[in-house]
């Protein structure tokens, strides 16, 4: 049941207009038909029209913000519908993801763990400990690879469930309007790449709305020809 069900006004209906796209797309694309669930926010921050994706104790479940419902048309609630239902097509890319982002993060931790260790024990015996600071420091250096890595994948799936999304919105009118709003919410920087703006997008789990659009542009061209 919604976190969210006795604070939303008419609930029951605006749940079972997102479960009707919901399971629409999903027999479209011969996929499970997930759980629906209303909620005022995804995250935290403003209450923007939003989606998420989660399993909560196994069950595939698209929690669909209040404002989503009630403020896009018919395309924009699409789009938003069939990119959450990307995630959930997508579902072996994701394993695989997080099969690699686990065994990274182990890997530092071990480093870091035996790096310490060695360290400490250098230091009892009176031996030299740069062998334990030097496997430290790698352990601290491959943590921070994973997440570069865990952003960079991050950033790749919304990419990916953009594509998917495409053949329920080949014309971006959903995507366009989803977009407009959010930029009405919360403008994008825009202008030149500098190397701040740079640096902090490798540090970022969402692409740019510009490059989300330029790579469906992209997917919608390589179709065509």
């Not at 403020?71 to 699409?78: K, Q």
């Not at 994701?94 to 993060?105: D, G, H, M, P, Y």
Request: aromatic fraction near 8%.
């Amino acid at each position: 049941m919604s976190r969210d069900r006795y604070v939303i006004d008419g609930y029951d209906e605006l749940q079972e207009a997102a479960r009707i796209q919901v399971a629409r797309i999903s027999g479209e694309e011969g996929l499970q038909v997930p759980e629906v669930s209303i909620v005022q926010s995804v995250e935290p921050g403003p209450l923007r029209a939003d989606t998420h994706f989660t399993t909560p104790k196994g069950v595939p479940t698209i929690e669909v913000t209040e404002r989503a419902i009630r403020e896009l048309s018919l395309e924009g609630r699409t789009f938003l519908l069939a990119h959450e239902l990307g995630h959930l097509a997508d579902a072996a890319w994701f394993a695989k993801r997080t099969r690699v982002l686990i065994a990274v993060f182990s890997l530092a931790g071990v480093l870091m763990l035996g790096g310490f260790l060695a360290a400490v024990l250098a230091g009892y015996f009176n031996a030299s400990s740069f062998g334990g600071v030097a496997t430290l420091v790698i352990g601290l250096v491959t943590l921070g690879v994973w997440l570069l890595m865990a952003c960079a994948m991050s950033r790749e799936g919304k990419m990916r469930a953009d594509v998917f999304a495409l053949r329920h919105d080949p014309e971006l009118t959903g995507a366009r309007e989803l977009f407009d709003l959010w930029e009405a919410d919360k403008p994008e920087a825009t202008g030149p790449m500098t190397l701040t703006r740079r640096v902090s997008f490798l540090f970022r789990t969402r692409p740019y709305r510009s490059t989300r659009l330029q790579t469906m542009q992209a997917a919608l061209s390589r179709d065509t020809q």
